[in-house]
């Protein structure tokens, strides 16, 4: 992918993201929201690339985002929340949508509950990264850009 700002990648945070600060601090980190995009937006200048960050506490609006990055985005980056352990509706988007996708944990899903071990989503999404508290995204986005930019 040449660097080129007006190519976009689609962010989409899943239920309970918007917490993040006051949210389970110890599991999820500080950084609220507001701050995981604003470093966000400000990486992608640096990648020559775009970011457009969205979150929703519910699924189908989700679904819908994944759905309309068909004509709009060239990635996406989502961080599916709770949803990543139960949502077939979100995977079969993702698979329905074709576009390049990463997956981001703040925490190490799979040091936590046995629920959380299962991901519906990893294995429809290009890579994952997982545990690095606010960092997952950051890692995450420069990944995908770079999956972008070889094609592959
Ligand atoms: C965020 C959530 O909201 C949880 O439901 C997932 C994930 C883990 C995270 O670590 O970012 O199980």
């Given at each position: 992918?040449a660097?080129?700002?007006?190519?976009?990648?689609?962010?989409?945070?899943?239920?309970?993201?918007?917490?993040?600060?006051?949210?389970?601090?110890?599991?999820?980190?500080?950084?609220?929201?507001?701050?995981?995009?604003?470093?966000?937006?400000?990486?992608?200048?640096e990648?020559g690339?775009?970011?457009?960050?969205?979150?929703?506490?519910?699924?189908?609006?989700?679904?819908?985002?994944?759905?309309?990055?068909?004509?709009?985005?060239?990635?996406?980056?989502?961080?599916?929340?709770?949803?990543?352990?139960?949502?077939?509706?979100?995977?079969?988007?993702?698979?329905?949508?074709?576009?390049?996708?990463?997956?981001?944990?703040?925490?190490n899903?799979?040091?936590?509950?046995?629920?959380?071990?299962?991901?519906?989503?990893?294995?429809?999404?290009v890579?994952?990264?997982?545990?690095?508290?606010?960092?997952?995204?950051?890692?995450?986005?420069?990944?995908?850009?770079?999956?972008?930019?070889?094609?592959?």
């Amino acid at each position: 992918m040449a660097r080129d700002p007006k190519r976009k990648v689609l962010v989409l945070h899943g239920p309970n993201l918007n917490m993040l600060g006051t949210r389970e601090p110890e599991i999820y980190g500080s950084d609220s929201l507001p701050d995981i995009d604003r470093s966000l937006h400000a990486l992608a200048k640096e990648l020559g690339v775009s970011v457009e960050c969205r979150q929703s506490n519910h699924e189908g609006d989700l679904i819908d985002w994944v759905h309309a990055a068909l004509t709009q985005h060239e990635g996406i980056l989502i961080n599916p929340g709770g949803l990543t352990h139960t949502s077939v509706a979100l995977r079969d988007a993702i698979t329905a949508a074709g576009k390049p996708t990463v997956e981001v944990h703040l925490s190490n899903i799979h040091k936590r509950e046995e629920f959380r071990h299962r991901s519906l989503l990893s294995a429809v999404c290009v890579g994952c990264v997982v545990g690095f508290g606010s960092d997952s995204y950051r890692l995450g986005l420069r990944a995908l850009v770079g999956s972008l930019s070889r094609g592959k």
